[in-house]
């Protein structure tokens, strides 16, 4: 079930993890475990709950560590996903893809029937506010044809800022905490 009122989650690219910290002490962040933009332990202490994103290709076993794979150019691909997700069931049925929304069909062709627990779609909607999970189904729909359901959209990255993206939290918030 999606939430109505989404919490904004933050990641960081360009900026480093005390920027948002400062900005939004008490915001969920997502965090990378792998690639050029890794977070320290120390940078993922400094927030109370977070999320761990994988971007390497071929590197399933990166499931130990991280619950979600990066799925975009320079990034892992959508024959990543299936290995990835069987490795994450190892420790728990919460692996979440992140993708475009003109990606879906992509990475769903790429898994086969295997069951993707959860998306976080990127879509930059270009209006204030976070959009609904209802908007993302329907972007996804118009994008690339694929009906998701609304239990299964975990998140949407709405907006990408030059200090960092912001993401609306739909589904459940479980994050690792600190």
Known sequence: MTDPVPLIMYDGLNSDAAAIKKRFPNAPVAYYVNGHYTWSSQEIQMFGRHIAISVEPHLPEAANGARCLDVERYDATPADVKPFLVERAKYAN?????????????????????????????WYWGRPGAPTAAQVQQAVRMNCGVSLPLSKIWACQYISRAEWDESAVYGKKDFAHS
């Open 94 to 122: 919460n692996g979440t893809i992140y993708t475009s929304a003109a990606n879906v069909r992509n990475v769903l062709d790429a898994a086969g029937n295997f069951d993707i627990p959860r998306w976080w779609i990127a």
